[in-house]
C-alpha cells in the first residue's frame, strides 16, 4: 500500500501542459512543448490533429537584466 502523503511522481525534467484553440477549425489542442525563446518573444509551432493546420503561437516576454557582475 502507498503512503497517499508521498508525491506521485518524480520527475528530473519539467512537465508543460499548454491548451491551444486551432484558428482555423477551433479545436482545443494539448501542447507539451515549451516555448523558444527568439528576439525578445517566446514562440511555439502548433499542428492541428484534426485538420493538419499549422500555426505558431507567440507570447512577448519581460524584459531583463543580465549578470551585472563576471
Known amino acids: 500500500m502507498t503512503d497517499p502523503r508521498q508525491p506521485k ?3 528530473t525534467w519539467d512537465i508543460f501542459i499548454q491548451y491551444h484553440r486551432c484558428p482555423k477549425c ?5 501542447s507539451r512543448f ?5 528576439r525578445g518573444e517566446k514562440h511555439k509551432d ?6 493538419g ?5 507567440t507570447k512577448k516576454t519581460k524584459p ?5 557582475w563576471g
Request: contains cysteine; charged residues 20%.
Open 9 to 11: 511522481g518524480n520527475h
Open 26 to 30: 477551433g479545436t482545443i489542442l494539448e
Open 34 to 38: 515549451d516555448y523558444e525563446k527568439h
Open 46 to 51: 502548433v499542428e492541428c490533429i484534426q485538420c
Open 53 to 57: 493546420n499549422r500555426f505558431t503561437v
Open 64 to 68: 531583463t537584466f543580465g549578470p551585472l
